[in-house]
C-alpha cells in the first residue's frame, strides 16, 4: 500500500465525533500508511475568524490525496441572508467534484424499516450531479421589494454528459449481474430535464451492454420504498439526488449509516450523508458508520480496495449482531464503543 496524505475537516455539530470515529478505524485498518492534517472549517471556524473555509484549509484540501469531511454547518451560524454555512458545497463548486456517489446496502435485516428486505438485498448507487442543477442558484438574489423569488435550475452539456459517463462506468466497477443505470428526471415538466435525458440516451450508447431506464423524480420515490432490489446505479440532478439520497439513507437505517462520496478529476471529499445533528452533538450518542464506510469509500479511491473491503466486512460483522446499535436504531452502544467493535473485527 502506498502512502496516502488525508485532509480531515471534523466540521461542527457530532462532525468531531464522527469523524475521529473514522480515523481510529483508519489508522487501526492500515498503520503507517496513512498521514492526517487537520483543518478547521465551518462554522465554528466562521465565528472564530470569519470564515467558514479559510483559504490555507482550502489549499490543503487541493494539496491533499484525499479529504475527509464530518460535518458542517449550525443552526444559529447564518449568512446575513439567512443561509447556513455550507463550507462542503463551496468544496464541491472550487474543487470541481462533480460526481456525488451515495452507496445504499442494507447490512442487516434489523435496520430497514421495509418487510422483509436482508442483507445484501438492498444495494444501489444514488450517483448525485454535484455542482449543477438547482443548488447552483444558491447565491442568486432577489428583488429588494420581497414581491416575488427566483432560483435557476441551470444543467450544461459538459456537466450533463460527465454525469452520465460517471454513472455507466459506475454500473461497470460494481458488476452486478444485471447492470443497470436509471435516470432520475421531471422530463414530463422540465425542458431541462428533457435536455437532460436526450444526453442520457446519447451517453448511454458508449455502454452498449448496461440496460437503461428513465423514471420520473416522483416515481422514483415510490418505487425506492416498493422495490428497492430493482435499482442498481441511478443518476440524477443536484436536488433530486440530495432529497433521494435521504429517502435512500431511510431504507438501510438512517443517517447514520450512509455514506457519500464528491469526486472530480483530480481530488475528492468523503463525508457521511448526515449533517451536524446539534440535539445530539457532544453526548458521545453519534452513529459513526456513515463515516467510517466513507473513509472506506475513500480507500477505494484510492485504490487500497483491499483495505476498502476489510474495513466494510468489519463493519458487517459488527452489524450482524443486533446489540451493536447506536442511540439512532434503538441501541445502547455509544460511539466510542462502537468504534472500538469495528476495529475488533479488522
Ligand atoms: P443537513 O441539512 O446539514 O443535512 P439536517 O439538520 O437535515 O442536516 P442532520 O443533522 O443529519 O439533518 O440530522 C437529522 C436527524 O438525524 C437529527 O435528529 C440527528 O440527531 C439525526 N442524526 C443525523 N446523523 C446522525 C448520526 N450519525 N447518528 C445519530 N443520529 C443522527
Not at 487501526?28 to 496513512?34: E, I, K, M, R, T
Not at 416575488?148 to 456537466?159: E, F, I, P, V
Not at 468523503?270 to 456513515?290: E, L, M, V, Y
Request: charged fraction near 20%; proline fraction near 6%.
Amino acid at each position: 500500500m502506498k502512502n496516502h496524505h488525508i485532509a480531515v475537516l471534523p466540521g461542527d455539530g457530532i462532525g468531531p465525533e464522527v469523524t475521529a470515529a473514522a480515523v481510529a478505524v483508519l489508522q487501526a485498518a492500515c498503520p503507517d500508511q496513512l498521514t492526517f492534517t487537520e483543518q478547521a472549517v465551518g462554522a465554528a471556524e466562521f465565528l472564530r475568524s470569519g470564515t467558514p473555509l479559510p483559504e490555507a484549509a482550502f489549499e490543503a484540501c487541493e494539496k491533499a490525496d484525499a479529504v475527509l469531511l464530518g460535518a458542517m454547518g449550525l443552526p444559529h451560524v447564518r449568512w446575513p441572508d439567512g443561509r447556513e454555512m455550507t463550507p462542503q458545497i463551496d468544496l464541491r463548486e472550487r474543487l470541481d467534484l462533480y460526481a456525488g456517489p451515495r452507496p445504499i446496502k442494507l447490512y442487516s435485516e434489523h435496520d430497514s424499516p421495509l418487510k422483509g428486505y436482508g442483507p445484501g438485498d438492498i444495494d444501489f448507487t444514488i450517483i448525485r450531479e454535484n455542482t449543477e442543477g438547482l443548488f447552483s442558484a444558491r447565491g442568486s438574489t432577489q428583488p429588494d421589494d420581497r414581491s416575488s423569488a427566483t432560483d435557476t435550475l441551470h444543467l450544461t452539456r459538459k456537466g450533463c454528459e460527465r454525469i452520465c459517463r460517471y454513472a455507466f462506468e459506475e454500473a461497470v466497477r460494481r458488476d452486478r449481474p444485471n447492470q443497470k443505470v436509471t435516470l432520475v428526471d421531471k422530463a414530463n415538466v422540465l425542458p431541462s430535464m428533457v435536455f437532460f435525458r436526450e444526453i442520457f440516451d446519447t451517453v448511454a450508447q458508449e455502454f452498449p451492454t448496461i440496460t437503461t431506464e428513465h423514471i420520473y423524480v416522483d416515481a422514483a420515490a415510490l418505487f425506492l420504498v416498493q422495490r428497492p432490489e430493482s435499482f442498481d446505479v441511478i443518476v440524477t440532478e443536484n436536488m433530486f439526488g440530495d432529497i433521494l439520497s435521504d429517502l435512500a439513507a431511510g431504507i438501510v437505517g438512517g443517517m447514520g449509516m450512509a455514506p457519500s462520496g464528491d469526486i472530480g478529476e483530480n481530488c475528492a471529499v468523503f463525508q457521511p450523508s448526515h449533517g451536524t445533528a446539534p440535539d445530539i452533538a457532544g453526548q458521545g450518542k453519534a452513529n459513526p458508520i456513515g463515516t467510517i464506510l466513507s473513509a472506506a469509500l475513500m480507500l477505494e479511491w484510492l485504490g487500497e480496495t483491499k483495505t476498502a473491503t476489510r474495513i466494510e466486512n468489519a463493519i458487517r460483522q459488527t452489524l450482524s449482531n443486533p446489540q451493536n446499535r447506536a442511540a439512532d436504531l434503538q441501541g445502547t452502544k455509544s460511539t466510542q464503543e462502537l468504534t472500538q467493535l469495528i476495529i475488533s473485527h479488522l
